[in-house]
């Protein structure tokens, strides 16, 4: 995992999202044409978002989650421990994610 420290906000959603989308194998161009970006502008722009040149909207972070399979938040997340564990989260179902967040309220001493 990368470490986050010292790095502003868009690098850290710039490298995430690159990392999410070599993940599931997808160009830069396909992911932006799946995600709705016009096929002419959508290698350029993703480049842009990739390298921290420029930010996506929320919106546009939410269409390129919902292709990647991943949350918004989790180009966010503040660590990259933090980052993991919305990813885990997001790969269960309802009842393993209740108990994911039993086991965190008893590790930190909480309800």
Known sequence: MV????????????????????????SQKELGVK???D??????RMN????????PDFMTCKR??????IPVA?????SSELAELIK???????KQRGELVKSARKLSGGN
Not at 39 to 44: D, I
Not at 48 to 55: D, M, N, R, V
Not at 74 to 78: G, T, V
Not at 88 to 94: A, D, G, K, R, T
Request: with cysteine; hydrophobic share 40%.
């Open 39 to 44: 096929v002419s502008s959508a290698s350029p």
């Open 74 to 78: 989790f180009l966010y997340a503040e």
């Open 88 to 94: 885990v989260h997001h790969s269960l179902n309802n």
């Open 3 to 26: 470490d986050y420290k010292g790095i502003g906000a868009i690098s850290i959603l710039a490298e995430r999202l690159k990392q999410a989308r070599l993940t599931v194998g997808l």
């Open 35 to 37: 995600a709705g970006i």
């Open 64 to 69: 390129l989650c919902d292709v990647l399979d």
């Open 48 to 55: 842009q978002y990739e390298t921290g040149k420029h930010s």
